[in-house]
């Protein structure tokens, strides 16, 4: 049995500021994803200039912060949304949702490619692979935070979260860094590393995430203010995961579909 450190989730702190680890690791997966898209834009054919991946990455940060709050409000919290809007603003009290990250994030791509005069996929397509990394860097700050904990389990690496309770559980928010995160980087970025049709990477990380998130969501303690909201087993992540899978994969479909058409 293994049991959470237990670490302070403020990494420094100044006075009254304090630096939060959770915040840290949304910038490292920023960080991570500017490095990757620099990396990529270099690359012969690439149709990508690293003088424009800084308004791309203030883009992307922008509606994903901003999206995953809202989602978190709207999604998990609405009814407290509706007595008190104002808490929306309140992001270091905690709660941020992938989903409305995702939305924000597919919104700000849609205003970036708008302003650079780029296709919407030809945008998506690149960043595709630096999200699921960013994925992972946010994992890994839940797990810091000691929140967002897994089932009961009597599995060896089951690990007590002294904060909840004694019972061993498992770890679900690295089960989620390994596969959303550090395993979908890996198939994204070794599929994309290859020419694709336009929307297949895009198609591959809808399907890809919303796949290992409704999988790992068997093993994940389902929100105790929701519980299961469908059929008694059905969390609120799988319901909202439903749709990413059935939209990459309709996405994957029709890019390989229009390429043969395209090649006849």
């Known amino acids: ?55 791309l990455v203030i883009f992307g940060a922008l509606g994903i912060i901003i999206g995953a709050r809202l989602g978190y409000m709207l999604f998990y919290n609405f009814s407290g949304f509706i007595a008190e809007p104002w808490t929306v603003f309140m992001i270091w009290k905690g709660g941020m949702s992938f989903h409305g990250g995702l939305l924000g994030g597919i919104i700000a791509m849609y205003l970036f490619s708008r302003k650079t005069g780029r296709s ?19 994992r890994i700050g839940n797990f810091i935070n000691a929140e967002l ?12 979260f002294p904060a909840v309770d004694m019972v061993p559980r498992h770890p679900s928010q690295l089960y989620q860094a390994l596969l959303e995160g550090l395993l979908l980087f890996l ?14 990477v895009s198609g591959l990380f809808c399907l890809g995430y919303g ?45 390989y579909r229009k390429q043969r058409t395209e090649d006849r």
């Open 1 to 55: 049995m293994l049991v959470h450190p237990g670490f302070d989730p403020v990494a420094i702190s100044i006075g009254p500021l304090e630096v939060r680890w959770y915040g840290l690791m949304y910038l490292a997966g920023f960080t991570l994803a500017w490095l990757l898209a620099r990396y990529r834009a270099k690359q012969p054919g690439s149709g990508w200039q690293t003088s424009e991946l800084p308004d």
């Open 120 to 138: 919407f996929f030809q945008v998506t397509d690149f960043v595709a692979p630096m999200g699921a990394l960013g994925v992972m860097c946010g």
């Open 149 to 160: 904990w897994g089932r009961p389990t009597d599995l060896p690496w089951g690990m007590v």
């Open 187 to 200: 198939i994204l970025w070794f599929f994309s590393s290859r020419p694709r049709p336009r929307m297949a």
């Open 211 to 255: 796949t290992f998130r409704f999988f790992v969501e068997f093993f994940r303690e389902p929100d105790a203010h929701l519980g299961f909201v469908l059929l008694d087993w059905m969390s609120m992540g799988q319901i909202l995961s439903l749709p990413m899978i059935l939209f990459g994969a309709g996405l994957l479909f029709w890019a």
